[in-house]
């Protein structure tokens, strides 16, 4: 057995032992209403618009329920409840969360998050997901729509029936693709899929006019912060390459019983720099050439469990970040600077090289 299966086997182990213990701290949700929605600003077809986003409370991920255990950074399992809710709750699910907009303007775009896939019949039966598409055909005022799944539930038949319910609108697939490469999704992730069975997804939500927002994730564990931006900079080159509609930069944080946070606990894992978010938007900003959206949210950026610095330039990056994310416009980080930028810079020339890079 080679080393780097060793590796994966050993992460397999602590993967479903973090899993049980997310299984066993799942909360009591009433079925009815999501698990979490917010509105907030957000670019929206290439312009400044309101997003409404939600978190319904399914079964959870297939992935994490799974044999597998999950990825090693995501406890999104803990949003969902040990019991299926029926079609019908899912639906009161939406138009609670609809409801909170009653007297303001209908968003300009909504997003539907699961905290695993929206296409998996499992976690949403085709009931309900025929359902809320066709709430939201009715909600004129939408122009775009991000559907939250993993790239096995993304078939031609479903794509059509999407289309086909939707019309003309903007539609994207939130689809976590973390890393282009194999060996990085599947070790340090434990993702469990392979990137051709991305690139199938793509294609296939292509040939209905359906774009793909792939989530890219900034410094898994077993990556030192050089070799977590150069694996970014590849994977933004392979999806700008692959024409994606939209990169979501995903810097790890620290979520509850996971293994990231075991490791983190033990002194043994610190999250991204902030610098380093930085220089890979910008750097997909000028490879991009403007053709794709670029696009980062951190969370709980500038504390201790999130993205961060040194505390005192935490607020202006953050600001900065969320501000490039609105208007695309990389100058925003022009102005930035700190004395622990050169801190940043003596961990990326002297920080070693892990296990996995050959």
Request: avoid cysteine; glycine fraction near 4%; aromatic fraction near 8%.
């Given at each position: 057995m080679s080393t780097t299966q060793k590796i994966q086997d050993e992460i397999l182990k602590a993967s479903l032992k973090a899993r049980g213990r997310s299984v066993e701290h799942r909360k009591t949700r009433d079925p009815r209403r999501p698990a979490a929605k917010w509105v907030a600003e957000a670019r929206v077809v290439g312009v400044r618009g309101k997003a409404l986003s939600i978190v319904l409370s399914t079964i959870g991920c297939s992935h994490a329920r799974g044999d597998s255990g999950g990825c090693t950074m995501c406890s999104?399992?803990?949003?969902?409840?040990?019991?299926?809710?029926?079609?019908?709750?899912?639906?009161?699910?939406?138009?609670?969360?609809?409801?909170?907009?009653?007297?303001?303007?209908?968003?300009?775009?909504?997003?539907?998050?699961?905290?695993?896939?929206?296409?998996?019949?499992?976690?949403?039966?085709?009931?309900?997901?025929?359902?809320?598409?066709?709430?939201?055909?009715?909600?004129?005022?939408?122009?775009?729509?991000?559907?939250?799944?993993?790239?096995?539930?993304?078939?031609?038949?479903?794509?059509?029936e999407v289309r086909g319910v939707l019309g003309d609108r903007a539609i994207e697939l939130g689809i976590g693709l973390e890393s282009s490469s194999d060996l990085v999704r599947t070790v340090c992730v434990n993702k469990q899929f392979e990137y051709d069975e991305f690139r199938v997804s793509v294609e296939t939500a292509r040939r209905h006019d359906i774009g793909v927002r792939a989530y890219v994730l900034l410094k898994p564990p077993f990556l030192t912060e050089s070799e977590a931006i150069a694996d970014v900079k590849r994977t933004i080159d392979d999806l700008v390459a692959l024409k994606a509609a939209t990169i979501s930069v995903n810097p790890v944080n620290i979520q509850r019983n996971t293994l990231v946070e075991r490791f983190w606990n033990r002194r043994r894992y610190r999250p991204p720099w902030l610098w380093s978010v930085v220089e890979v938007l910008q750097y997909a900003h000028e490879v991009s050439k403007g053709e794709i959206n670029i696009v980062c949210d951190p969370a709980a950026a500038g504390k201790i469990r999130g993205t961060h610095n040194c505390s005192k330039c935490d607020k202006a990056v953050v600001d900065a970040i969320r501000q490039f994310s609105l208007d695309g416009d990389p100058r925003v980080f022009a102005h930035l600077n700190c004395d622990c930028k050169s801190l940043w810079k003596h961990t990326l020339e002297h920080e070693g090289i892990s296990l996995l890079v050959h």
């Open positions: 999104y399992l803990l949003d969902g409840t040990s019991k299926s809710p029926t079609p019908e709750e899912l639906i009161d699910q939406f138009k609670s969360a609809l409801k909170e907009l009653d007297g303001t303007d209908i968003p300009h775009s909504v997003k539907i998050y699961t905290s695993g896939s929206f296409f998996d019949s499992d976690e949403i039966p085709d009931t309900a997901r025929r359902e809320i598409l066709s709430i939201i055909s009715g909600l004129t005022e939408v122009q775009e729509v991000v559907l939250e799944t993993r790239p096995e539930y993304v078939t031609d038949s479903v794509m059509a």
